[in-house]
DNA sequence: AATATTATCGGTAACGTTCTCGCTGATTTT
DNA sequence: AAAATCAGCGAGAACGTTACCGATAATATT
């Protein structure tokens, strides 16, 4: 109805310029403490608000930070995304939310048509097949920061954020085998994801240091999802001698091995055991439940924000890595009993 | 680096006016077809990128919609996320999300700290203890449409998206009776809410339907959290006489219901059935699965924006309400034989 | 042939804010 | 008492874009 109130409605009031209003309300430099708090109470009493569309276009910056990943419906994204918005938020940034679902081509679109003046920084994770990650440079030649996190790509020099999957599958696997399983088996995410690689790396580690045989057929690669995890299974299990212990690269392919593993009748703790990673919220309420490697979403959230508001901050773009440590959840899938 | 191309930069190159090439690029009104074509080819020569802070400065539009929601760490609000994205993505619009916690401080925050220059319009989810919504009915005094979706206010008119959620439970309820339970009893969520008071009375219209009492006792209002589920299921089975089935509100609830009685040796669907309402992918998990009345979560998130771009588009704010039917879930949990 | 119409373009003022100067008048310095 | 300093303020341009209106030339109308 009647248009917002601007910092000229409060000069014309005050009959002072626009130039002290715009200080007063800002810096508080250059500007009297009497008419400072004159011009705060006017803007109090005319409920003003700023048009940071304006506030944008004179400073070159906005006040928000682009947020790419590839789902929101799980708990491990959901989870660092409220981890951002808590830093985000008491540093007054806003988030634009941008979700790819997992598509290469979407993602391109949207850093392409994103227009470079909407944002101050970005976050993202990338796609599982991003062939290339070009567009994501281009980005970064423009002099704004980028941070990735969990799904990073290797082929660009750039700050990121990330559990440390290598000790965590390492671990994993440890404590499978600590617990008397000898034959064990490792359902990986896709190719060509960097912490795929890691946690595969961390697998093999593992079996070295405790001189077991590393297997060939023992590794598939492939999604993400429950039913990846159930039709992997069905292969591991299908074998002339099958694994008696299966290291999931997530909990949701471990949940899916073990819907198979029971339709099969077999014992889960017992017979076989299963770890994932991640802890979901549903590794505690399948049972048995799900031992696994918690991850640090929330923390990875935080620091990722927080290390792009560091960039944007200080202009400065040099690329940093933090590697967060995940964490042992002990359950009843890996009990021998 | 080299600071963005803009507008000016073509009108240089092309040794045309400024007004022509904004002309050309958006309207192609008043342009000859063949000069609009050079502005383009040269627009994608320097790469230019419009700036979007200039064009919601000079059009008094962003191109955002604020999205304000408790929380984004659960199936249903991840999932309504996903659809709001998905044709707002469509539309070349961004989304501004904001979480609140559940805190009603946070909202009025976010809402009263937004500037009113940084969105087109908001898509919000309460907080479950509102006391007031005069931060919302300013927003819309101010002219920018509001939609709500799911917890919806009902002090205020405005459109409104939501699940059938009378329906809902009684086709819940319904199903429990007509399973051969008698006695049942309802954990609902907090007081005060629309969707819980929807919710209870589907359950009442469901009993005096099929003429069974209704003891006062059976029902339970209190959070949303499995913990809250679990409580409550213990308070109604140290009843001189505990119910035979338990409706939950929600999915979680009806976990922490399944939790408890599972503690007491209690079989569930045989001697004690229990129906949530979500379809949170936990339900198929949880062994026995868990029945319940399956939302339409991103069903819920398109037409909430489609709503709202269209309040947006034709500068009308009518209220509307939508109600979007749920489905009825049969799983193990009402199983009784 | 004079006039009216049309298509195409340019000039200029907005939009709300910040930023860089420069200007006053008062205070301090010498 | 003259000079130097300084606090506080204002004028005006800039940020990149759109919107309104007028100008021009070509075409159509009578």
Redesign the pocket.
């Known amino acids: 109805m009647s248009?917002?109130?601007?910092?000229?409605?409060?000069?014309r009031i005050?009959?002072?310029?626009?130039?002290?209003?715009?200080?007063?309300?800002?810096?508080a430099y250059?500007?009297?403490?009497?008419?400072?708090n004159r011009v705060l109470a006017a803007a109090a009493e005319i409920n003003?608000?700023?048009?940071?569309?304006?506030?944008a276009?004179?400073?070159?910056s906005t006040h928000n930070i682009g947020v790419i990943l590839p789902f929101i419906t799980n708990y491990y994204f959901s989870t660092v995304i409220t981890g951002i918005q808590e830093v985000a938020y008491s540093k007054g940034f806003n988030i634009i939310l941008h979700v790819t679902n997992d598509s290469p081509e979407r993602e391109l679109s949207i850093v392409d048509n994103l227009s470079l003046?909407s944002f101050d920084g970005l976050l993202v994770s990338t796609c599982s097949q991003s062939d290339s990650c070009e567009h994501f440079a281009r980005v970064i030649r423009e002099d704004i920061p980028v941070v990735f996190f969990d799904r990073v790509p290797n082929q660009i020099r750039t700050s990121k954020v990330m559990q440390d999957d290598f000790n965590g599958a390492f671990e994993a696997v440890e404590h499978l085998v600590s617990n008397g399983y000898r034959r064990v088996a490792h359902i990986a995410g896709p190719r060509g994801l960097l912490f795929t690689e890691k946690r595969y790396e961390g697998y093999l580690a593992a079996l070295t240091k405790h001189n077991l045989p590393v297997v060939e057929d023992y590794t598939i690669y492939s999604g993400f999802s429950q039913e990846s995890g159930q039709a992997d299974t069905i292969q591991l299990m299908d074998l002339p001698e099958p694994p008696d212990a299966i290291f999931a690269v997530n909990d949701r392919k471990a949940i899916g091995a073990m819907l198979t593993l029971k339709a099969r009748g077999i014992r889960i703790g017992k017979e076989v055991g299963v770890i994932g990673f991640t802890d979901d919220p549903m590794a505690s309420i399948i049972s048995p439940s799900l031992s696994t490697i918690a991850e640090p979403a929330f923390e990875i959230g935080r620091k990722s924000c927080e290390l792009l508001l560091g960039h944007i901050r200080k202009k400065s773009f040099i690329p940093e890595e933090k590697i967060l440590p995940g964490k042992l959840i002990v359950r009843e899938s890996t009990n021998k009993g």
Chains 1, 2 share one sequence.
């Open positions: 248009r917002p109130t601007t910092i000229k409605d409060i000069a005050l009959k002072i310029s626009v130039s002290t209003v715009s200080r007063a309300l800002r810096d250059d500007v009297n403490e009497e008419t400072r003003y608000k700023p048009n940071y569309n304006a506030t276009l004179a400073k070159r003046s």
